[in-house]
């Protein structure tokens, strides 16, 4: 089993949808958890960390589940801006923190 | 303004070179990383420093090289020893322990001819 898991996708949406991604990750003492951001051919950047009680920024919202060991990302209305790659970021005690392979989102008109 | 610089965005090299990829941070962080992402993939981890002089082997160090003189700089060698070299190179820093937030430089883009 992979350290992090994703669905690489991609997930065709229009825009107004909701989507949900999940993130699963192997190691159940892992403290830390985020999802970033990045777009074509650019750097990864920060969307939002993952809080155990989960929590909420504008328009997405993540959540962790320790007892299946996996974070969600969900992002209402969509926006044609939200066409990105989304990555799944986890502590996983080894060394630094270890990325997924992302999950592809691409909002449609 | 506070951020990390990577330079230069494109670099080209003829096989059997050497060469140096330049990463600075002026966000006072203690933490810096070097990843490398190939098309379609996540991001791999070659080296990390916690400290000035201090660095160690990431997941795929083989063929690379760094040093940490400096808090603000870690930069990167590849060198003829790495075997596909031809790949989007990223730094990142974070404030302190290694699983705090990371951010990230814009990445120098590698292509072997």
């Known amino acids: 089993r992979k350290e992090v898991e994703q669905d690489p996708g991609p997930f065709n949406v229009p825009e107004g949808a909701t989507v949900a991604f999940n993130c699963t990750y192997s190691n159940s003492a892992s403290q830390s958890f985020f999802w970033y951001r990045q777009d074509c051919r650019k750097e990864p950047k920060l969307l939002m960390s993952?809080?155990?009680s989960g929590n909420e920024d504008g328009r997405f919202t993540a959540q962790l589940n320790r007892a299946s060991q996996y974070i969600s990302l969900l992002i209402r209305d969509s926006k044609l801006s939200d066409s990105a790659t989304y990555l799944c970021v986890v502590d996983t005690g080894r060394r630094a923190l270890t990325f997924g392979s992302g999950t592809r989102l691409q909002v449609q008109p | 303004d506070g951020g990390i610089t990577q330079s230069p965005k494109y670099l080209f090299r003829k096989e059997g070179q050497n060469v140096t990829l330049s990463c600075e941070q002026n966000l006072n962080h203690d933490a810096m990383y070097w990843y490398r992402q190939d098309p379609g993939q996540g991001l791999r981890l070659i080296y990390y420093s916690q400290i000035v002089n201090d660095f160690q082997k990431g997941d795929i160090a083989e063929g690379y090289s760094v040093s940490r003189e400096k808090k603000e700089s870690f930069p990167l060698t590849v060198t003829s020893a790495q075997k596909n070299p031809t790949a989007f190179y990223l730094c990142a820093s974070s404030l302190g322990v290694l699983t705090d937030t990371q951010y990230f430089g814009p990445g120098t883009r590698l292509t072997v001819l």
């Open positions: 993952v809080y155990s």
